[in-house]
Every structure is written in structure tokens, then in C-alpha cells.
Nanobody, 123 residues
């Protein structure tokens, strides 16, 4: 069992930045790929970005490419999501999740999920 805890969400004006963190409860976290997803009210959960266990490869949704950056520090058991040039349409609850196999974009590929952190971007 891997427990994930997100933090860093909040309210920011359009054009601003936030950095989310995803802290894991177990050292074996370093063997998992980690993804960030988001879910806005009335919408399905969507893929945002993911990173391999080593941090050597990343994947981004087109909507965030060039604005968001995922990184990880396995020594600290933490994955980060740096979000720049935020837009009102980025408003959502952001979740981190851990996948034991591959680097999936489908939420079904992730076995462990955090509770989510709210990000609100005002116009």
C-alpha cells in the first residue's frame, strides 16, 4: 500500500504560478511511475502529466505542455508539479497517482491515489 498526499493548491490569478507536491508514505514509491490528473466540476478526470520511476521520461497533455513541469525527488519520496502561466480553465482538483507498470495516461493504470488538492485560477 502506498499513501499519497498532495499539497500546494490554492487560489491564484491568471498568469500566476503554483507548485504542487505529492508525498509518498513508502520508499518503494521510487519504483512507481507517478501521474497528475485533474477533475473540474461536471467533467471527467483527465490526464495532466506523468513521470517514470527514474524521472528520465515525462509525458504531458497538450493543454499544459510548455506551462507545466513534472519532476521527482526519490530521496524525499516526493513528486512536484510546477504550474506556470495558469489559466482559468486549469481550475480543478488535482490528484497524484502511482502506477506500478508503465507510464499510463489512463487513470485505470494507476493503483494508488491521493485525496486531491484544489487549484482555483481567477480571471
Amino acid at each position: 500500500q502506498v499513501q499519497l498526499v498532495e499539497s500546494g493548491g490554492g487560489l491564484v490569478q491568471a498568469g500566476g504560478s503554483l507548485r504542487l507536491s505529492c508525498a509518498a508514505s513508502r520508499r518503494t514509491f521510487s519504483s512507481f511511475a507517478v501521474g497528475w490528473f485533474r477533475q473540474a466540476p461536471g467533467k471527467e478526470r483527465e490526464f495532466v502529466t506523468a513521470i517514470t520511476w527514474s524521472g528520465g521520461d515525462t509525458s504531458y497533455a497538450d493543454s499544459v505542455k510548455g506551462r507545466f513541469t513534472i519532476s521527482r525527488d526519490n530521496a524525499k519520496g516526493t513528486v512536484y508539479l510546477q504550474m506556470n502561466s495558469l489559466k482559468p480553465e486549469d481550475t480543478a482538483v488535482y490528484y497524484c497517482a502511482a502506477a506500478p507498470f508503465g507510464v499510463p495516461r489512463d487513470p485505470a493504470g494507476y493503483h494508488y491515489w491521493g485525496q486531491g488538492t484544489q487549484v482555483t485560477v481567477s480571471a
